[in-house]
């Protein structure tokens, strides 16, 4: 699995997510919209490894997490998304929304649907999304 894979994994998830929500699946829709932020870092995260460089033994073991927090700080996008925090509290908010999802959502059947869509917009918004 490549950079392009992971991005286009990302990408598929938001849009099924979207479907799911449309259509009620608030719990797989929760899952899905949160996956897809973990593949968007995980995309970051290979962006950093150069063809044929061997890479970094501990950045590629610490990748193999569903920790959000853990994943943006891989990426190189900690300080930049501290940055843009400062002058966007809308992504504080969003980021603060997002950070608390995990993979263990996988199992909830019973994510609220206000939960699902927060989520959802917190990841996707135009203006202050975390993907954005």
């Known amino acids: 699995m490549n950079r392009a894979d992971l991005q286009e994994i990302s990408n598929l998830r938001v849009e099924e997510a979207r479907v799911l929500l449309q259509n009620g699946y608030y719990s797989g829709a929760y899952y899905l919209v949160g996956y897809a932020v973990e593949?968007?870092?995980k995309a970051c995260i290979a962006k950093q490894i150069r063809r044929y460089d061997f890479p970094d033994r501990k950045l590629?073991?610490?990748?193999?997490?569903?920790?959000?927090?853990?994943l943006l700080g891989l990426s190189g996008l900690k300080e930049e998304l501290i940055?843009?925090?400062?002058?966007?509290?809308?992504?504080?908010e969003n980021w603060a929304i997002v950070k608390d999802w995990?993979?263990?959502s996988r199992y909830s059947i019973e994510i609220p649907e206000n939960e699902a869509r927060d989520l959802f917009s917190a990841v996707t918004a135009r203006?202050?999304?975390v993907l954005s």
Not at 83 to 89: A, I, L, Q, T, V
């Open 127 to 129: 203006r202050n999304g």
């Open 60 to 70: 590629v073991n610490d990748s193999y997490t569903h920790d959000l927090d853990k």
């Open 102 to 104: 995990s993979e263990q």
């Open 39 to 41: 593949c968007a870092l």
């Open 83 to 92: 940055s843009e925090s400062s002058g966007s509290p809308a992504l504080v």
